[in-house]
């Protein structure tokens, strides 16, 4: 048997697997999915088996075998590996990318340098060398260090040197002359945690029998042995002492006697130990939630693929009607997976599926501890839970019989990875749960026009090969007959004509005060994505940049810094302009912090709770302030997008958007589709129990038609008109797109590679006509610079049923030689999300 195996080649990557023989000793542990050491070159390289077949390419006498399995179960499934190929085909990555990208990040390989003491040297056999003429006597020092090593296996070179500090030198020549020789060892980031454990070696009638054996001057030792007579558990040996205020030598005696032994035993780095989820049980669903829920009930049962989009506006139940869906799959003994936007991760939605299905759920996200993560990620793969729920890259969670895939907030763009492999979340769920023969729903109360599109009759016909057609399914009201909330649209140009100057409309201003008055609660939504505070001289125009990125600092005001959020530049604020001197130099926008400083002024002893990238950078501080919102010690709410999400909290009876075009101006043709979302989701945080909710967006193009519908409740005419623009324009989800972005420090090369690579693309294009596709470009990038390297790109427009891969790859490998030997970087986005 041989296995084929794709290796971790750092420089040059690609997608050819090489054949290894799997030796004797481990044909038990090779499957696919193992991952294994293999010698690769002169080196030892990390690499995921894909196949195991028995005809290799080469010679097989030439083949060299597997010099190790890394772990006990393969960490990948076999329907994970081939999901991996599906990946790098559709995202135009490499497989190795696709494979890193399912595994936690404690698993990733890290290279380290080893010594070990050389086999000759190990079993005293000093003959070969004499023969060479090697045989050198060792200095004692030598002949310690040897010893050193030889006890541990092996041992790190940076370790070994840090131990013998003066020995450096003696340790070379050690090497030189092969008494040591060097081994490229993978290591993992992070193991299980184990964890010293008490087990008492008898039944409480013995443990007492022996308490009484003891002499009556061991009082500790006879207290540790009644204790665990009452409790005859195993018990952490940590707590057993801080229990009984013991020594670890008191419990030591107690093993050296076999009254119980001491063992390492492996625990789960568990984030949600401390805290203690109510158990909650199924609500009577409402007439549109049984609706909804028997239709996907029963898809579940028949077990074949299927995909529901569940548009339900704000408030209408859907998580009750997820939940509930998720009891039918476990019923049938298979698993689901929950993917919500990272930002909306919070305690309360975690609480919601650990209340209703306790420790049958893992959880992962970001903002956990690499450990923690791990630990999460091998409940999965234990099979010690059926549930997870988790940012997008949860839906590579090592399931095995997968019933039911939930994308909640389906719309949400942070659903695109950004860094290789780009995927969207959204497909790759259906890839998978296509694989599982498993149930799809995608929830939103504003689907994406892509998810939309499918919907629709004329996407089925248009997509022969393309993706399964979708059924809608809808929700129209708040559970309860709650009303959606009053939405009041505020022309901010208006109050600036009539002489307010403040960010609050008066209108808002009221409002507030009235809230703070009856010790409601308030919602402001300041979007930061292009209103960043930066800073302008007012006699020249000069904008402070980054010298490094063709973009614009940005002013902290608490480190009185200015700060490039590409590439991490900082600076001090400045008082006089670098260019003509001037004193009249500032900040202008209004960022989150001014907004907060401005309530405090305009309502004296407001409570303000302040959450963006700056407050929330802390493990647990997400958690922590909205607790503290929860808990009503503080009357508003302030933040970015953060604030927008997910959130349910009975006491929020107003929301202020306070400018809600700050999306709308951005240079992407989904502006109008994210302002609409933006606004309809943070609008639904209000009034969502007993109290009705108003809502305030305040704009200066009150007349667009995203601020329109999304203040009437009105998607489906929002949806018509941006669908009219989109197919006008041939953009998504008409057409799809495919971004191609060049990067290098020097123009004329960049220029020119960028042109090479058009006209490839495009006499590639002819010579598939009459199937359309289009390039645009070149053009510079929007961020035309970053990091110091300039950005060009190209960019294809293409219908669905063209396979248009190929051609990408083609035209990028003519390019080929410029990128090796100039490095330059080609970066491919397929279905790009954000068009910088
Ligand atoms: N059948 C039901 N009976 C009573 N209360 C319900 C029922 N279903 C849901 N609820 C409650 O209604 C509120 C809104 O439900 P939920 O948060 O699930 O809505 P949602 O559709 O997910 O909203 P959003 O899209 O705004 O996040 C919650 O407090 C939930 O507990
Ligand atoms: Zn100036
Ligand atoms: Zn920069």
Redesign the pocket.
């Known amino acids: 048997m041989y296995a084929k195996v794709i290796v971790d080649v750092p420089s040059k990557h690609t997608n050819r697997g090489f054949d290894y023989l799997i030796p004797e000793t481990m044909r038990e542990w090779v499957a696919i999915g193992s991952r294994v050491g293999v010698p690769f070159g002169p080196r030892k390289l990390q690499g995921f088996v894909v196949e195991l077949h028995d005809r290799p390419d080469f010679d097989p006498a030439k083949l060299k075998p597997i010099s190790e399995v890394m772990d006990l179960y393969p960490p990948l499934t076999p329907d994970l590996v081939e999901l991996a190929q599906w990946v790098s085909k559709t995202y135009l990555c490499h497989e190795i990318t696709a494979l890193q990208a399912m595994i936690p990040g404690a698993l990733k390989a890290k290279y380290e340098r080893h010594v070990k003491v050389s086999d000759i040297h190990t079993n005293g056999d000093y003959g070969n060398l004499l023969l060479q003429g090697q045989r050198t006597m060792l200095l004692p020092i030598q002949e310690e260090i040897a010893a050193f090593i030889r006890d541990k296996g092996s041992v790190e070179i940076g370790a070994l040197l840090e131990k013998y500090t003066d020995q450096g030198g003696l340790i070379k020549q050690m090497i030189t002359q092969g008494q040591l020789v060097e081994v490229q060892m993978i290591k993992d980031r992070m193991s299980a945690k184990k964890v010293l454990t008490v087990f008492p070696s008898g039944q409480p009638e013995q443990l007492r029998q022996w308490a009484e054996l003891l002499a009556a001057r061991s009082m500790k030792q006879k207290e540790v042995l009644l204790y665990l007579a009452e409790q005859p558990y195993p018990i952490k040996l940590t707590d057993l002492l801080n229990e009984l205020g013991i020594s670890a030598s008191t419990v030591k005696s107690l093993a050296d006697k076999d009254y119980l032994t001491i063992k390492e035993v492996e625990v789960f780095r568990d984030p949600y130990a401390e805290r203690n989820f109510p158990r909650t049980k199924p ?4 007439p549109e ?1 049984s609706q909804v829920f028997n239709r996907i009930s029963e898809a579940v049962h028949e077990r074949n693929h299927q995909v529901f989009l569940l548009h ?1 506006v ?7 009607v997820y939940l509930q869906s998720i009891q039918t799959c476990l019923d049938q003994d298979r698993e689901a997976i929950v993917l919500v936007p990272e930002i909306s991760l919070t305690p309360q939605m975690v609480e919601r599926f650990k209340g209703r299905f306790g420790n049958q759920v893992a959880v992962l996200h970001s903002r956990l501890s690499q450990g923690e993560r791990y630990d999460e990620w091998r409940k999965i793969m234990l099979k010690q839970v059926s549930v997870v729920i988790g940012a997008r890259s949860a839906i590579f969670a090592p399931f095995t019989k997968i019933g039911l895939v939930i994308i909640d907030e389906e719309h949400e763009s942070s659903y695109k990875q950004e860094e290789s492999p780009k995927y969207h979340a959204r497909d790759v769920s259906i890839a998978r749960a296509k694989q599982h023969g498993a149930v799809v729903i995608l929830g939103s ?1 504003t689907p994406s026009l892509e998810s939309m599109y499918g919907t629709l009759p004329e996407a089925a016909q248009d997509t022969p090969n393309g993706r399964a057609p979708i059924e809608l399914l809808t929700m129209k009201e708040r ?2 007959g709650r009303p959606l909330p009053k939405v009041h649209i505020v022309d901010m140009r208006e109050e600036l004509s009539k002489g307010n100057r403040s960010m609050f409309s008066r209108g808002l201003h009221k409002a507030i005060e009235d809230r703070l008055e009856k010790k409601e609660q308030i919602v402001l939504l300041l979007n930061r994505r292009g209103y960043a505070t930066f800073v302008m001289c007012r006699s020249c125009g000069f904008v402070a940049g980054c010298p490094h990125c063709d973009i614009s600092l940005t002013y902290h005001q608490s480190a009185r810094t200015l700060r490039c959020h590409y590439c991490g530049y900082t600076e001090r604020e400045a008082t006089t302009c670098p260019s003509c001197g001037s004193e009249h130099i500032r900040h202008f926008g209004t960022g989150t912090q001014r907004v907060e400083e401005e309530l405090g002024k305009l309502f004296p002893g407001i409570r303000v709770i302040r959450m963006d990238v700056d407050t929330t950078t802390e493990k647990g501080s997400h958690e922590k302030w909205l607790t503290l919102f929860r808990n009503q010690q503080a009357d508003v709410l302030l933040g970015t997008q953060m604030v927008a999400k ?1 959130l ?1 909290f009975p006491q929020v009876t107003l929301v202020g958007a306070l400018a809600a075009d700050t999306v709308l101006n951005l240079p992407d043709f989904r502006a109008a589709e994210r302002t609409f979302q933006l606004m309809t989701q943070v609008g ?1 945080r209000a009034g ?1 129990h007993e109290l009705p909710g108003e809502v305030f967006i305040q704009t200066y193009t009150p007349e667009h038609y995203s601020i329109i519908s999304a203040s009437n409740h009105d998607y489906k005419s929002f949806m018509e008109k941006e669908m009219t623009f989109r197919k006008f324009h041939d953009y998504p989800p008409f057409h799809r797109l495919i971004l191609i972005t060049l990067s290098h420090e020097q123009i004329p090369l960049l220029m020119r590679s960028a042109e090479t690579l058009a006209a490839k693309l495009k006499e590639l294009a002819k010579s598939m006509a009459p199937t359309p596709i289009d390039i645009l470009g070149p053009v510079a990038s929007p961020i035309s610079r970053i990091k110091d390297r300039y950005r060009f790109q190209c960019m294809v427009k293409y219908r669905e049923e063209v396979s248009i891969a190929g051609l990408v790859q083609q035209a990028a490998a003519t390019l080929g030689d410029v990128v090796k030997q100039h490095k330059l970087t080609i970066s491919i986005d397929v279905d790009p999300q954000v068009l910088m």
């Open positions: 609500l009577t669903l409402t939630q339900g704000t408030g209408s139940g859907k998580t009750e109360a559970v309860e997910g349910d639904g969502r």
